[in-house]
């Protein structure tokens, strides 16, 4: 390792020459207080920056050991730096001039989801790692030593030390951010012991400010639970809260258009993860597992068995392992539901205005006018009792225009004016409850132990390497390939596709090996990250700082959509 003298030598030695001689920066610079690491250095001033860590000592950094020991508060604590990092990172931005990205600073910028990100990671002892992009100042493609001298030995000390530093912060903010994370922690505690697949408190505000922004609508009206479904629960920090318990069954929400329906089941769908104080949702917890599934017409099947919805196709097409590229809504939705339960899913999430309705629902008329033995799909509202009854799957349905799914529901929930109403006493007046049909298989588990992926052409390398793309939450590309997530609805931030993109070509080194089925491929994907961190996806010992960790179950889904794998089918 270098000293920051050592730095500035040469910085000095390289002044006006071709921008090629930043290269020769490269390394790790000991500024005392912290370490800078200069990663990857850009071929010009007008390429994507600089690629840039600062590393701080625990004994400098001074956090909680006991917080950074336990998961749950060493993401709050690390999301809480990184959002104080990037702000005054983009705030000195710009101060050093020159052409192209010349004296850019930026790093990762949170939402409203806490999310394990690369660009902030806090060590189980509290050393602290930020990771960041500068763009080196030039005049045309000549080095500009100054402004970068000005970069990183005046704007940047600042910001490291105004953030990465416990005694930089006020008390009272640290321990309101822990505090929130353990009450967070302690409600999903809760939603196990008292068998809930989610819990949504009362003041809650769930309605969002635009179809494109997750922060919160200004003056909406808070939750308020209805008194049948109404908990009470003692945090350890905030104390008492009360709010709506959503059981495990079959859960309906009614109502008229635009009375909060939906907001409520998109509220419960981002429940997976935690949020930050101010969002609004932050005691709004759901199974960890649970999965929002919905029709997805064109997308690719690869070897799902779905008989357990379609079956006696005319064709004769075999449904046990069943593949299609350009899937129906109905054939879609299927795949999506054998996919999730695959990948141990305990909660499926729906909305009936983005699901296809012959999957859903067959009414009583055209039961009558189509025979069964016509029919090859069982819709959903058949199976639904079933799939809690014999495989502990619950269902929460949005339905806003059939009323087939009543006499499946354990409970009905009306939206009035977002208001929620517990109506089932009313329903069950005028609809008794109906068990499964019978006839149902016995585990109503399909077996998709068959399908075993292995990478295709897309991922071999050119010059060395695989390419690949991010396209957001859309999805993101290996080779030619493209993987479309943009239905994958709980995906919620860009740098979780640059990760999901990125397992990809890890696992192709190895992991996916046409031997492993798609569970247990994201299952070892869990057991890896649990154990090695973002430090599996190190190259030449550095970690990129645009990654933000993925569920499993987005993981499952990606493997599942991606068309450029190859599929054997063992039987």
């Not at 109502?255 to 939906?262: I, R």
């Not at 006018?369 to 799909?377: F, K, M, R, T």
């Not at 639904?384 to 495989?391: I, T, V």
């Not at 492993?516 to 973002?534: I, M, P, S």
């Amino acid at each position: 390792m270098k000293t920051q003298e050592e730095l500035l030598r040469t910085l000095r030695s390289i002044d006006h020459r071709g921008y090629p001689a930043y290269k020769s920066l490269t390394g790790s610079y000991d500024f005392g207080r912290y370490v800078l690491h200069i990663v990857h250095v850009q071929g010009d001033p007008f390429a994507s920056p600089s690629e840039l860590e600062v590393s701080v000592r625990a004994e400098d950094a001074r956090w909680p050991e006991a917080a950074c020991g336990k998961y749950e508060t060493r993401v709050a604590l690390q999301d809480m730096i990184l959002r104080r990092f990037s702000i005054r990172l983009g705030a000195v931005s710009g101060k050093a001039g020159g052409s192209g990205k010349s004296g850019t600073m930026s790093a990762s910028r949170p939402g409203q989801e806490i999310l394990d990100r690369s660009a902030c990671q806090l060590g189980k002892t509290g050393g602290v790692t930020l990771r960041f992009t500068a763009g080196f100042p030039a005049a045309g493609r000549t080095v500009l030593a100054g402004e970068l001298t000005k970069m990183l030995f005046h704007l940047l000390p600042d910001v490291v030390l105004g953030s990465a530093y416990a005694g930089a912060w006020q008390k009272e903010t640290v321990r309101g951010v822990l505090d929130l994370a353990e009450d967070q922690a302690f409600l999903r505690g809760e939603l196990e012991r008292l068998s809930l697949c989610a819990f949504v408190a009362d003041g809650a505000v769930l309605p969002r400010e635009s179809g494109i922004s997750q922060r919160p609508l200004q003056g909406a009206l808070p939750f308020r639970s209805p008194k049948e479904d109404r908990i009470t629960l003692e945090l350890p920090h905030r104390g008492r809260i009360s709010g709506m318990a959503v059981r495990r069954g079959v859960t309906l929400i009614i109502g008229g258009g635009y009375h909060g329906k939906s907001t409520l089941l998109k509220a419960l769908e981002r429940g997976v993860y935690n949020h930050i104080a101010g969002d609004g949702r932050e005691y709004v917890v759901t199974d960890e597992t649970a999965v929002k599934v919905r029709a997805e017409d064109g997308r690719c099947v690869h070897g799902d068995d779905i008989s357990l919805f379609i079956n006696r196709l005319p064709d004769g097409k075999d449904t046990t392992a069943f593949f299609t590229e350009n899937a129906s809504g109905s054939t879609s939705q299927a795949a999506s539901v054998v996919e999730a339960m695959e990948c141990g899913a305990r909660t499926l999430l729906m909305d009936e205005d983005t699901c296809a309705t012959n999957f859903m629902v067959r009414d009583a008329l055209m039961q009558k006018i189509v025979a069964e033995d016509q029919e090859p799909i069982t819709p959903f509202s058949d199976r639904m009792r079933a799939l809690y009854g014999k495989a502990g799957i619950s269902t929460i349905l949005v339905a806003g225009s059939s009323g087939a799914f009543f006499a499946k529901a354990d409970t009905v929930i009306q939206m009035d004016r977002y208001e929620p109403k517990d109506v089932t006493g009313k329903v069950r007046e005028l609809v008794p409850f109906k068990e499964e049909k019978t006839g149902a298989p016995g585990s109503l588990i399909p077996d998709q132990r068959r399908r075993f992926p292995r990478p295709g052409s897309d991922f071999d390398e050119h010059r060395g390497r695989v390419k690949h793309k991010n396209l957001g939450t859309d999805g993101f590309m290996i080779g030619r390939g493209e993987t479309d997530l943009r239905l994958v609805e709980q995906l919620a931030d860009r740098e979780q596709s640059e990760c999901l993109a990125r397992t990809f070509l890890l696992m192709a080194k190895g992991m996916m090996d046409g031997k492993k089925n798609v569970a247990a491929l994201a299952h070892g994907y869990e057991q890896k990250f649990r154990t090695e961190g973002f430090g599996m996806y190190a190259e030449n010992g550095h970690v990129a700082g645009n990654l933000a960790k993925p569920r499993k179950e987005e993981l499952a889904a990606a493997i599942s959509r991606c068309r450029g794998l190859i599929w054997r089918e063992l039987r």
